[in-house]
């Protein structure tokens, strides 16, 4: 079945650790994704890819850092110098840019917990 | 800044009856607008969605209007079941500027559908 795999679905780390979230995906969509969630404040986008080896920031960029070496793949790195990195954690992919109207598909996400 | 609000954080509607949910878009350039639907611990999921170039679009129980003046769109659910209890978010893309390539999200809205 085609569809977005994020993985793990639960991650603990302790504080001033990196942490690396996967994300991959075999719908042959060349943009990717990266969303997070918090109570209250919807789904904030993190950084968004519209082509292999380019991606942009997005909203709340700062202490993440992520690489598209491979259209189906978008890990997402956490690092420690993100302040608050308690949240729930979504990929997402669209056939193309979400600029012209692209539906986006959404992982099961991943829900990353500092100690 | 947000630019897609949902103001209201939740909607309790009876088993039966219809449910309005809405959303507030404050950037002119938006020109696709979606909703999607999550549950708990899971991945959002593509509802409806609607093109600046018309203002209603139906899907089964779904229809979506939009009215670009007031800058405004609604989902309307009828008849509402108790496995639409869910939370819903309001999406809007751009095809230039600043928004383009991506999707902005409102904060979402919790519905509860009773039996």
């Known amino acids: 079945d085609g569809g977005i795999t994020q993985s793990p679905k639960y991650l603990f780390r302790k504080e001033g650790q990196n942490v690396t979230l996967s994300c991959e995906q075999n719908?042959?969509?060349?943009?990717m994704y990266w969303y997070r969630q918090d109570p209250g404040q919807g789904l904030r986008l993190i950084y968004y890819?519209?082509?292999?080896?380019?991606?942009q920031k997005g909203d709340i960029a700062e202490g993440y850092s992520v690489s598209r070496e491979k259209k189906e793949s978008f890990p997402l790195t956490v690092t420690s110098a993100q302040k608050n990195p308690t949240a729930f954690y979504l990929c997402?992919?669209?056939?193309?840019?979400?600029?012209?109207?692209?539906?986006?598909?959404f992982g099961e996400g991943s829900r990353l917990t500092v100690l | 800044d947000q630019q897609v609000k949902q103001n209201s954080p939740s909607l309790s509607v009876q088993e039966g009856r219809i449910s309005i949910l809405n959303c507030d878009y404050t950037?002119?350039?938006?020109?696709?607008f979606l909703w999607y639907k999550k549950y708990p611990a899971e991945g959002p999921t593509f509802l409806i969605s609607?093109?600046?170039?018309?203002d209603k679009n139906e899907d089964g129980r779904f229809t979506v209007f939009l009215n670009k003046s007031a800058k405004h769109l609604s989902l309307h659910i009828v008849p509402s079941q108790p496995g639409d209890s869910a939370v819903y978010f309001c999406?809007?893309?751009?095809?230039?500027?600043?928004?383009?390539?991506?999707?902005?999200f409102g904060q979402g809205t919790i519905l509860t559908v009773h039996p």
């Open positions: 950037n002119s350039m938006f020109d696709y």
């Open positions: 997402a992919s669209s056939k193309r840019s979400t600029g012209s109207g692209g539906e986006l598909f």
């Open positions: 890819s519209q082509i292999v080896n380019d991606f």
């Open positions: 609607i093109s600046s170039i018309k």
């Open positions: 999406a809007a893309s751009a095809k230039g500027g600043t928004s383009y390539g991506k999707l902005t």
């Open positions: 719908l042959n969509h060349d943009a």
